[in-house]
């Protein structure tokens, strides 16, 4: 997989042959489509591979308010979306949309759709621990996302941002989202620290 990922980051999608990943994986093209397949199931295998299965989602732990919680989760959503190579990915994905925009287009709603999933359990645990009321956590889970990342994601896959998320911007958008989805007022400070990580920043690899 890590051939084929630096050979569809580095030539694009349409001009990544199976014959060429074969190659330079120095495996037969007969045993490369025999394990995964034509070239668009392997662009899939190398993307789902970099999605949000290999990113834990936050855990909530005994003490944990929501201020914690949802600080862990804006950490957790800056990581899947910003990481080095899934910005590869994402914007080779924009590139290609024009010349296959089904298959880019079931890809990336597949990709957010399970990434939406893990943020929605999040919310089911919060409201099971008394912390938030009761309510469509699968919405609160997609209004979440598309406040964190939002318009700031699209400038950073286009290179016209930098990818380092400013504390104060996250935070403000969490008290935006805890005060007008619950109706909650927004704790000050966290019961403790998040995590090491100083400011929310996608991690390497």
């Known amino acids: 997989m890590k051939v084929a990922t630096e050979m569809f980051v580095d030539r694009g999608y349409a001009a990544t042959t199976l014959l060429d990943i074969a190659k330079v994986a120095g495996v037969a093209t007969r045993t490369l489509y025999q394990h995964f397949g034509d070239k668009e199931a392997i662009f899939k295998e190398v993307v789902y591979a970099r999605d949000v299965a290999n990113v834990m989602p936050p855990e909530i732990e005994d003490g944990d308010d929501l201020a914690l919680v949802l600080r862990k989760t804006a950490d957790y959503s800056y990581e899947v979306a910003l990481r080095p190579r899934s910005r590869e990915l994402m914007r080779l994905m924009i590139a290609e949309s024009a010349r296959f925009p089904e298959m880019m287009s079931k890809i990336t709603n597949t990709i957010f ?4 999933a893990n943020v929605a359990d999040v919310f089911r645990k919060l409201n099971e621990s008394g912390l938030i ?7 609160s889970a997609e209004i979440f996302v598309d406040l964190l990342l939002g318009n700031r994601t699209t400038m950073i896959y286009f290179g016209w941002l930098s990818d380092k998320i400013p504390d104060e911007d996250t935070e403000a958008k969490l008290e935006l989202f805890v005060r007008g ?9 966290p019961a403790k620290s998040a995590s090491k990580k100083a400011g929310t920043r996608a991690k390497s690899g």
């Open 113 to 116: 759709a399970r990434f939406k």
């Open 133 to 139: 009321p009761d309510g469509d956590h699968d919405k």
């Open 181 to 189: 989805r619950f109706g909650l007022d927004y704790p000050s400070k």
